[in-house]
């Protein structure tokens, strides 16, 4: 049995692991937290494609579940190529990074812009995404200011996991 203050200690590390989950920190993520969980997980992009429009950048957009060992392995990736990568990202892109669980499968899963909510297989048929048929986590989309995607991308594990793979994503070549 855990005496109660290696009980504290191990709690408080789990918790800072799951506050830690996400694009890392030399990125400059937006995080967006979905409203009405667990029920529904809805983010609202339209601050991020008026701040892009505004800003004349990109959108880089990261689904990424707090319970996801795949999501863990790519911003690890991340993480640990950060001096390579996060000046590349900042020169062309607005990281935001969409808090998400293993839990919010693709039906409770839904995206708002403006005064228009859409479910993941809506939002996935306006972008033209062929991944509509099944979300995968962790996902990744490249959109511009006015909403519209950039190139289809790949998602899940073992896509762009290098720093060469990753800027070939970043300059949108297919």
């Keep these: 049995m855990l005496r109660p203050a290696l009980l504290i200690a191990a709690l408080s590390i789990a918790a800072a692991q799951i506050a830690a989950a996400g694009v890392p920190l030399p990125y400059k993520p937006s995080v ?12 609202d992009l339209t601050a991020a494609l ?13 689904l990424g579940a707090n319970d996801c060992p795949f999501c863990r392995k790519y ?47 809506e939002y996935m048929a306006t972008l033209g995404d062929e991944r509509a048929r099944q979300l995968v986590y962790p996902s990744v989309w490249l959109l511009g200011g006015d909403g519209k995607p950039l190139m289809q ?4 594990t073992g896509t762009f996991e290098t720093v060469p793979e990753q800027l070939e994503i970043l300059r949108l070549e297919q």
Excluded: C, W
């Excluded at 293993?102 to 039906?107: E, F, H, R, Y």
């Excluded at 991308?153 to 899940?156: F, L, N, T, V």
């Design 75 to 121: 911003e690890a990736f991340l993480d640990a190529n950060a001096a390579a990568l996060a000046p590349h990202f900042a020169k062309d892109y607005l990281v935001y990074d969409l808090r998400s669980t293993l839990k919010a499968q693709s039906d409770r899963l839904h995206f708002r812009i403006g005064d228009k909510s859409m479910s993941y297989k």
């Design 153 to 156: 991308m790949p998602a899940g």
């Design 32 to 43: 967006i937290e979905p409203k009405g969980a667990p029920e529904r997980y809805e983010f």
């Design 50 to 62: 008026a701040r892009a429009k505004a800003e004349k950048k990109r959108l880089y957009v990261y």
